[in-house]
């Protein structure tokens, strides 16, 4: 393991070892200071990039939450004053926080997508707007896995002229050196590691699959000619370099700390991007209940996961299937972010990582 911890953070080093697996990254911040920088594993760097999967959504969703607290976006204002295409099939009333907060049953296609619709958002939003929800917009929500990111963005587009990725390119990632990618360039390839495929003796053998054509394969793009396997979406050069903002992400867990402590507490001297009335409305749980894509219960603010019970009330966040996870917990002033290497299963961030979470917190409180 190499890295450093400061005085008050020692706990996370023998956490961070039992969760690092054949190899992982950990940074938190507190009050925008880097406390903790980790890392473990064949070929890692604390500056190796891999892919974050959902952890991605994060990026697009403090885009709108910025856009949202300077006026450029309207939370309230129907996604069809915007984009006027999209009020196709019923969904002239959905807005654009029912949008954020999974709610629009926009999760997929009849037809499904193939690889390169998967990779590109415009191509995504093409082929969402004019289709029917898969259930009445407003009345449940259930994760839009690959297609919140291109919905979102072609909001962003349509209300300011620029792409999500120019807006985040502009107003987040250079400004506040945030080691986070949407369409990575060329040049930092040398620096990504591809995520390696789940471990065969890791599958859940009991686990019942989920059907193609239902809800959850719909929204998981599995009823294509092509399905889509997920694990292996980063480790393509075309996913990496188009960006689409649902899962394409690629970055460390020193650039998503560094997302989310530039939201909420700044970095480096600059101040933060969101307000604290801001941040308080990405906290707050706008759907809240059993998700009918990912058959738990979960809870989404303005589009960040949140009401996690391991944080604060007002933290959020978002985690990944490959098991990276990021968030923020302001009232600690803390941001965290984690990055393994192996993508596990089943998918997303496990119970080691959130113990991981809770001990940083701890430790945060206990430093004052």
């Known amino acids: ?17 039992a969760v690092a697996g054949e190899g992982a990254q950990l940074a938190v911040r507190v009050a925008g200071r880097q406390v903790a920088d980790l890392w473990t ?29 300077e006026g450029s976006v309207r939370l309230d204002r129907e996604v069809a004053a915007y984009w006027p295409e999209f009020a196709a099939e019923g969904k002239g009333a959905v807005t654009v926080r029912d949008l954020a907060g999974h709610r629009a049953g926009a999760i997929g296609t009849a037809e499904g997508f193939t690889p390169a619709e998967v990779a590109d958002d415009a191509a995504l939003a093409a ?12 009345a449940t929500f259930g994760y839009h896995a690959l297609t919140v990111g291109a919905l979102v963005g072609e909001v962003v587009r349509r209300a300011t002229g620029a792409t999500l990725k120019q807006v985040y390119d502009e107003r987040v990632r250079r400004p506040y050196g945030v080691d986070v990618h949407l369409g990575l360039p060329e040049a930092e390839e040398p620096r990504v590691l591809p995520v390696l495929p789940p471990a065969p003796e890791a599958q859940d053998r009991d686990a019942v699959p989920e059907a193609p054509d239902s809800i959850a394969g719909i929204a998981g793009n599995l009823h294509h000619r092509e399905p889509t396997v997920l694990a292996a979406l980063p480790n393509a050069r075309e996913v990496r370099a188009g960006g689409q903002a649902s899962v394409a992400g690629v970055g460390s867990a ?15 001297g600059r101040p933060p991007l969101l307000s604290a009335a801001t941040a308080a409305e990405c906290a707050r749980p706008f759907s809240a209940g059993h998700d009918l894509v990912l058959g738990v219960r979960r809870a989404y603010g303005l589009g960040f996961m949140t009401a ?5 009330a007002d933290a959020f966040g978002h985690d990944g299937a490959g098991g990276s996870m990021a968030f923020a917990d302001p009232a600690r002033g ?5 990055v393994p290497r ?14 991981l979470a809770v001990l940083a917190r701890d430790c945060a409180r206990r430093a004052g």
């Open 334 to 338: 803390l941001a965290f972010g984690f």
């Open 308 to 312: 996690r019970p391991f944080l604060g």
């Open 41 to 69: 594993g064949e070929d890692v760097t604390a500056d190796s990039l891999t892919g974050v999967f959902s952890s991605t959504k994060g990026a697009t969703f403090l885009v709108l939450a910025l856009l949202a607290q």
């Open 1 to 17: 393991m190499r890295g450093t911890v400061e005085p008050g953070y020692e706990p996370l080093r023998e956490a961070f070892a």
């Open 254 to 268: 020193r650039g998503l700390a560094r997302l989310y402590a530039a939201a909420v507490t700044g970095v480096d």
């Open 127 to 138: 082929r969402l707007a004019p289709h029917r929800p898969y259930w009445r917009p407003g």
């Open 342 to 355: 192996r993508f596990p299963s089943p998918g997303g961030a496990g119970p080691g990582t959130e113990r």
